[in-house]
């Protein structure tokens, strides 16, 4: 059986014994959305799963760990690329030699 996502974009092949006769709620995997489908469904369920999809939101540390985890990955692919970058745009030649004073000041702070 076919079900539609309720934002409309997208449709899913289900097995029917998957959904059952009572309904069952659903996710979708691409947008994320969820809702319940087939049986009969009281409004308050239909509340209840509404507000827990909308309370939900990426905490604040969850968002800044994941920011420092691309500048890290941003950083060590300068490193990896450093002298193929230097010899095509020497003005990169500055960043590394102030990212080298940088790390050098955290470790003698750390030392101390």
């Not at 934002?7 to 006769?21: L, R, W």
């Not at 827990?52 to 920011?67: A, D, E, G, V």
């Amino acid at each position: 059986m076919i079900i539609n996502c309720r934002c409309g974009k997208y449709q899913f092949d289900v097995k029917k014994s998957d959904i059952g006769t009572s309904g069952r709620e659903v996710q979708c995997g691409i947008c994320n959305e969820k809702w319940v489908h087939g049986g009969s469904v009281s409004s308050s369920n239909v509340k209840k799963i509404t507000n827990l999809t909308q309370k939900y939101r990426t905490p604040l540390t969850h968002k800044i760990i994941i920011f420092f985890i691309y500048v890290t990955a941003i950083i060590g692919f300068l490193d990896l690329i450093k002298y193929k970058l230097i010899t095509a745009a020497p003005i990169f030649q500055d960043y590394y030699i102030a990212k080298e004073k940088i790390i050098l000041e955290i470790i003698a702070i750390l030392q101390q």
